[in-house]
């Protein structure tokens, strides 16, 4: 609806071969469904019908058998007791959309790829100096892939291993958030085709297609930002959740962050405002190392936790100054830095 190309605020609605063709695109991702259940298809053609109020005449009119009749430059749409007039241009002037066309690169189960972009996509950075920290990294390795979003204060890594044989070694490309929030949003309990081209990713689903153009740039070498950890701790995700969030309390946008000073079998949490008021929570954990104190900003380590499904998370240290590591389900890392004390 933002677009500086009023046309593609439309949707463009095409009936042949009893069934309804749904195109919708804002420049950047581009979507197709087909439609051929309770269809009937009185004559064949297309229009391009306002997206937005068509939307909301659908959302009111509720459950119901409706035909759409296109009459010069209007659509009908027409029921029992209703009828709403909408203006129509000309469908000539719309963008034209790729098809999927060939073998796909992969194929994945639907739900699987939805979690993997769920674990990944909240640490995307929305920086337009740094536009390739604004997607999620797709990188093959050997058979399978890893899927990775950072904006360089936390990173998550999903690793991936696919059932066949296939090679993805040539994958490396950056898949744009919108795209990625776009297709979190539809994508449904069945095998997903994966197409990936030169400057294009394009997923298919039954009789959804969605695509979208690559994200242009480097993206940072992730695999150098992940330390090997000699200290080690366990603690159960909802009391450590739980904790975080009284301690918060008395967070600030001064003073957004608390410290973990981490104790044999003891994880004490501390906060503190400017107002001299302060929290102090402790908690039991399976810990046998040396004393280690850091300070994290409460809400990065929350979004890691809260994208973990095992009861009980595995904390890996090395020292004040390195990344803590969020390790819980399988073939999953969360990793967020320390806030240093300003010298």
């Known amino acids: 609806s ?16 009893n069934e309804l063709i749904i195109f919708a695109t804002d420049s950047e991702v581009e979507l197709t469904i087909k439609i051929k259940n309770n269809i009937t298809v009185l004559s064949e053609g297309e229009i391009l019908i306002d997206g ?18 296109k009459e010069g430059n209007s659509v009908n749409i027409t029921g029992v007791g209703i009828e709403f007039s909408i203006n129509s241009v000309r469908s000539d002037e719309y963008p034209l959309f790729d098809s999927f066309e060939g073998e796909p690169t992969f194929e994945i189960p639907g739900l699987s790829l939805k979690m993997m972009l769920e674990k990944t996509v909240f640490a995307t950075r929305d920086e ?42 040539d994958i490396n490309c950056i898949l744009s958030t919108k795209f990625v929030t776009t297709l979190m949003k539809i994508i449904s309990d069945t095998p997903a085709q ?3 081209e030169s400057n294009r990713i394009k997923v298919k689903s039954l009789e959804l297609t969605i695509s979208s153009k690559l994200v242009n740039g480097i993206f940072p070498d992730y695999k150098k930002a992940i330390p090997v950890c000699d200290l080690e701790v366990k603690v159960n995700k909802n009391e450590l959740l739980s904790a975080i969030r009284k301690t918060t309390i ?13 104790q044999k079998n003891l994880l004490l949490l501390h906060s503190s405002m400017p107002e001299s008021v302060e929290a102090h929570i402790s908690l039991a954990v399976e810990y046998s190392g040396d004393p280690i104190e850091m300070n994290f900003n409460p809400a990065f380590v929350q979004d890691g936790l809260k994208a973990i499904n095992n009861e009980t998370i595995v904390i890996e240290l090395k020292d004040p100054k390195r ?12 990793l967020v830095m320390p806030v240093l004390a300003r010298e």
Do not use: C, H, W
């Open 128 to 169: 337009p100096s740094r536009y390739q920290m604004n997607g999620v990294l797709l990188k093959g390795d050997g058979n399978g892939f890893d899927v990775v979003a950072t904006d360089t204060k936390r990173l998550a890594l999903v690793s991936r291993k696919l059932d066949s044989s296939v090679n993805v070694d």
């Open 52 to 69: 937005s109020k068509f939307r909301t005449i659908l959302q009111e009119i509720g459950e119901g058998d409706y035909e759409l009749i």
């Open 2 to 17: 933002k677009s500086t190309m009023p046309i593609i605020r439309n949707l463009k609605i095409q009936a042949k071969d």
């Open 323 to 334: 990344p803590a590591i969020l390790k819980g389900d399988a073939d999953y890392l969360y």
């Open 194 to 196: 994966v197409k990936i």
């Open 250 to 262: 008395f967070t600030s946008e001064i003073t957004k962050s608390i410290r973990f000073s981490f």
